[in-house]
Structures are given as structure tokens and as C-alpha cells.
């Protein structure tokens, strides 16, 4: 089994993209995140163990400031967050209510965790890209979490912009989104993606050395041996 060093190592030159195309194929059509986006362009690619948070919405003797004092609190479960994680955070696709401002994404940043995903929104935008942890959200609202939302648990199933992700299921997000890889499938990922990249990065060369499309993407018979004989002197 692939340690989490090599899965990052490995899968920091996959795009969602390709990772999509991957999962098709073994069967799995629904690992994109619906309304996980960049919050901020440029953000790269970030690879890390999904740490879940649950939303239901709010319920008013629940959803009040005073519950950001409980002990099942989004406080207490940043404060459990593992180094190196990414923090997936289901809301519902709620919009008008922020789930996490800027202090808390300041103590996420100081925790080393590695970014935050969420069909929901953020709020204080400014003050968030300044702590300088990579967000996928749907954007921003002032409200706090508690005016939509009410918080329950973590390290747990949920579902996140239509997608099921359990804890330490792989989440690689970059420009296209944050797509899930389920943890019993990642060392399958691990030995097909780099190939794929390969292989694309091969065919976009004949694309721009003026090749048509058809038999090549995706390859005939002809075209594979001309990329295996291409692979064979690359590697010389």
C-alpha cells in the first residue's frame, strides 16, 4: 500500500481531469465535487486525506452563537484536523451562509492542514485569502454558518457537492475542481494516472504536429505501437 508521501508524489503531476477519466473507467461517475471551485486562481494542484465535516440545516434552538462554545463544534473539529489533511466540508450547497471566516481558516493554516473543500461558501473573502489556505468553495456570503446551517459531527460519511466521501478517502483538488478518490482504489490510480498522463501528453504532440483526431484520440492499434516505440526510446 502506497504511503501518503508517494500518493502525493505521484498524483502532483495528475490532472482531475485525467483522474475522471480513470475513475470512469473502473466504474465510478460521480466523483466530482458540484460547486467546489477555486477560490483563488492559481492555487495549484494540492493532494491530501479527506477529513469530513457534516452541515444539516439550521434548526433554531441549535444554530445560535452560542453554539460555536459546544463541544461538537467546527472549533473542536478544526482542532482535530490532522497535518496534511483537506478539510471537506458538507453544506448543502447552502449559499447565503458562510461556513468558515477568516480566524478559522487562520487556525486551519497554522495547523498545516493542506486546503479546505466545500459546496458551500466562505465568508470575510479577504480576510481568508490572506491566511493563505487554498479554498474550494462556491464563493462568499457575509452571514455566518448559523444563520442556514447547522454544524454535527465529523469523521464521518457526507456528501459534498453530490459526491460521497468517507474519511481518508484520497481528495485531489486544482483549477477544474476537487474530485475523490476512495481509499480502496487509490493504489489502482497510483499505477494507471502517470501512463494516462503519458499517453495524453503524447497525443497532444501529434495533435500539434498537425495529426487528425480520428485513430488517434483515442488510439487505434497503429497509433499504440507508435506511442509504445515512442515510450521505448524516450525512456534510452
Do not use: H
Not at 473507467?25 to 467546489?36: D, I
Amino acid at each position: 500500500m502506497a504511503t501518503d508521501a508517494q500518493i502525493k508524489d505521484i498524483l502532483s503531476g495528475v490532472t482531475t481531469a485525467t483522474l475522471t477519466t480513470i475513475l470512469l473507467k473502473k466504474g465510478l461517475r460521480n466523483v466530482w465535487m458540484r460547486g467546489a471551485l477555486p477560490l483563488k486562481p492559481g492555487q495549484g494542484r494540492i493532494i491530501g486525506r479527506a477529513f469530513t465535516l457534516r452541515f444539516v440545516p439550521a434548526r433554531e434552538d441549535l444554530a445560535t452563537p452560542e453554539s460555536w462554545s459546544s463541544p461538537k463544534s467546527t472549533r473542536a473539529a478544526i482542532e482535530a484536523m490532522p497535518e496534511g489533511c483537506i478539510a471537506v466540508v458538507d453544506a448543502m450547497g447552502i449559499q447565503d451562509a458562510g461556513i468558515f471566516g477568516d480566524i478559522l481558516c487562520a487556525r486551519m493554516a497554522k495547523k498545516n492542514v493542506a486546503a479546505l473543500v466545500t459546496d458551500g461558501v466562505v465568508r470575510d473573502r479577504d480576510g481568508v485569502l490572506g491566511t493563505e489556505l487554498p479554498v474550494w468553495c462556491s464563493g462568499a456570503a457575509a452571514p455566518p454558518s448559523v444563520a442556514g446551517l447547522t454544524f454535527v459531527d465529523w469523521d464521518q460519511p457526507v456528501g459534498c457537492g453530490g459526491v460521497a466521501v468517507f474519511p481518508n478517502d484520497v481528495i485531489v483538488a486544482d483549477n477544474d475542481g476537487a474530485v475523490v478518490i476512495p481509499a480502496a482504489f487509490i493504489d489502482d490510480i497510483l499505477e494507471l494516472a502517470p501512463e494516462q498522463e503519458r499517453l495524453e501528453g503524447w497525443i497532444m504532440q501529434q495533435v500539434n504536429e498537425g495529426a487528425a483526431l480520428p485513430g488517434l484520440y483515442p488510439a487505434n492499434a497503429e497509433n499504440k505501437a507508435r506511442y509504445e516505440a515512442w515510450k521505448a526510446q524516450s525512456s534510452k
